[in-house]
């Protein structure tokens, strides 16, 4: 997990509130301080932690593993957005991209050549966390001289029945 200004913001947001509800039953600062480090994790990771990924698409970000990205598809946006920040795959040949991500999952229309083209290859992100979210997130990488020239990221409607 990284650890990003609004993961410190929302842990601190939770301590204040913790600390703000626990004073209103004891008054002694020291069993306040010591039941607010106490319950704050426990409130956060139960209660509002849950609450926000129902009604936003927050989410923890996790630092960009290979393994990770092959073997649990369903969590890569967690890393994704490291992937673009850090320009991880500009440049990457088509078999070094093949051994960080896999096989590519599916080939890019080409107006072009009227097909679908070799050098758009596509990968699924999987969904970001959320109660509406019906958005699905890729990501194409467009190869030039069998070199990723540059990633774009893109989302999909998603109907489920």
């Known amino acids: ?9 929302s842990l601190v947001i939770v301590f204040i509130l913790v600390w703000l509800f626990i004073r209103t039953i004891d ?10 480090i106490i319950v704050t994790p426990i409130v956060y990771f139960y209660l509002f932690y849950p609450l926000l990924n129902i009604f936003s698409s927050y989410h923890h970000e996790k630092h960009f593993n290979s ?3 092959i073997d649990k598809p369903a969590l890569r946006y967690e890393m994704i957005n490291e992937v673009l920040r850090n320009r991880i795959l500009t440049g990457k040949t088509k078999t070094e991209i093949i051994t960080l991500l896999g096989t590519s999952e599916w080939l ?3 107006e072009a050549l009227k097909a679908k083209s070799e050098n758009k ?13 019906t958005m699905q997130e890729c990501i194409e990488l467009v190869f030039n001289k ?6 774009r990221r893109y989302q999909i409607k998603k109907e489920f029945e």
């Open 146 to 151: 069998n070199k990723v020239e540059f990633v």
């Open 108 to 110: 890019s229309w080409d």
């Open 67 to 69: 393994k990770q990205w």
């Open 1 to 9: 997990m990284i650890v990003t200004y609004k993961l410190v913001l």
């Open 27 to 36: 008054k002694r600062k020291w069993l306040t301080i010591i039941l607010t």
């Open 121 to 133: 290859w596509n990968y699924n992100l999987g969904f970001k966390p959320g109660a509406f979210n």
